[in-house]
């Protein structure tokens, strides 16, 4: 399946409600086996070359890698590591979430690439939080409104729980109370914490005012592999990595789609358009 055969519905009426009540929204079997496995291939790839260029101390791309172990490592802003992360920027399927949950005009944020081994996670604890600049938009009051649509893609099974899942608390983006210390430092998970169980190829939607985290995991044969992708409102400041990507990114290898998706000034010449 390629970008131009998806033939994924379109946001529904349920699905729009069960995103606005509980923060989140999953939809299984939204990539074929087939594609996951291209996406797998090509995260590994773009790994080893960022590890390479630490490792001879070279300039990496735009973003940053943080390589946590000889075999976990999370790569940042991966849009030219390779053609099949940059297709997903526009993924047919997942624009008319984006639209119909964020914006008509909505702008790309963010993404990055998380390899994990369970033995270098197994008491993983406290990393419960929430996303935004400024502590998580906090300063703009609560409850804080949906400014970034996080998009979790599964390339690993994760249909039995404590291997890595995305874990997270249903309607949390609604309170105006953050779980205690206590409860955030519980390896075992406080009430209420749901952990996404789900097949390789799932799409994980959710607020960025949900507080979520990665569940530990249950023995270190274990490990995951997924994608993040993010999008905010056309208004907002890009991020600063953006200028990492090269000219030759920006006006050469977008199609005409997908330079809408990017603040007009980062082109050459400038693009002199709202949003």
Same mark, same amino acid.
Request: contains cysteine; proline residues 8%; charged residues 20%.
């Given at each position: 399946?390629?970008?131009?055969?998806?033939?994924?519905?379109?946001?529904?009426?349920?699905?729009?409600?069960?995103?606005?009540?509980?923060?989140?929204?999953?939809?299984? %079997?939204?990539?074929?086996?087939?594609?996951?496995?291209?996406?797998?291939? #090509?995260?590994?790839?773009?790994i080893a070359r960022?590890?390479?260029?630490?490792?001879?101390?070279?300039?990496?791309?735009?973003?940053?890698?943080?390589?946590?172990?000889?075999?976990?490592?999370?790569?940042?802003?991966? *849009?030219?590591?390779?053609?099949?992360?940059?297709?997903?920027?526009?993924?047919?399927?997942?624009?008319?979430?984006?639209?119909?949950?964020?914006?008509?005009?909505?702008?790309?944020?963010?993404?990055?690439?998380?390899?994990?081994?369970?033995?270098?996670?197994m008491n993983r604890?406290?990393?419960?939080?929430?996303?935004?600049?400024?502590?998580?938009?906090?300063?703009?009051?609560?409850?804080?409104?949906?400014?970034?649509?996080?998009?979790?893609?599964?390339?690993?099974?994760?249909?039995?729980?404590?291997?890595?899942?995305?874990?997270?608390?249903?309607?949390?983006?609604?309170?105006? *109370? #953050?779980?205690?210390?206590?409860?955030?430092?519980?390896?075992?998970?406080?009430?209420?914490?749901?952990?996404?169980?789900?097949?390789?190829?799932?799409?994980? *939607?959710?607020? %960025?005012?949900?507080?979520?985290?990665?569940?530990? @995991? #249950?023995?270190?044969?274990?490990?995951?592999?997924?994608? @993040?992708?993010? @999008?905010?409102?056309?208004?907002?400041?890009?991020?600063?990595?953006?200028?990492?990507?090269?000219?030759?990114? @920006? %006006?050469?290898?977008?199609?005409? #789609?997908?330079?809408?998706?990017?603040?007009?000034?980062?082109?050459?010449?400038?693009?002199?358009?709202?949003?």
């Amino acid at each position: 399946m390629n970008a131009t055969t998806s033939t994924s519905p379109p946001l529904t009426e349920a699905e729009r409600f069960a995103f606005e009540t509980d923060g989140f929204l999953v939809r299984e %079997n939204f990539f074929s086996p087939d594609h996951v496995a291209r996406l797998i291939a #090509a995260t590994h790839r773009a790994i080893a070359r960022r590890r390479e260029l630490i490792r001879t101390q070279q300039k990496e791309p735009a973003g940053f890698t943080h390589a946590k172990s000889e075999q976990s490592s999370r790569l940042f802003y991966l *849009l030219d590591d390779d053609p099949l992360f940059l297709e997903l920027l526009d993924w047919p399927a997942i624009m008319p979430y984006v639209h119909g949950l964020l914006s008509s005009m909505p702008h790309h944020c963010a993404s990055d690439a998380i390899v994990e081994h369970g033995g270098d996670f197994m008491n993983r604890q406290g990393e419960w939080h929430i996303d935004g600049h400024d502590n998580g938009f906090r300063n703009l009051g609560v409850p804080i409104p949906l400014l970034q649509l996080k998009v979790g893609y599964y390339l690993s099974d994760m249909t039995a729980p404590w291997q890595g899942n995305l874990a997270v608390v249903p309607g949390s983006h609604k309170s105006r *109370l #953050a779980p205690t210390e206590a409860d955030r430092q519980r390896r075992d998970f406080f009430p209420g914490v749901r952990q996404v169980c789900a097949p390789a190829g799932t799409m994980i *939607l959710f607020h %960025n005012a949900l507080w979520h985290t990665a569940a530990p @995991y #249950a023995g270190p044969d274990r490990g995951r592999t997924m994608l @993040y992708y993010c @999008y905010e409102h056309p208004w907002m400041v890009a991020s600063q990595e953006h200028w990492g990507y090269t000219k030759e990114f @920006y %006006n050469q290898r977008l199609s005409p #789609a997908q330079r809408k998706l990017f603040h007009g000034f980062v082109f050459d010449p400038p693009e002199p358009r709202w949003g």
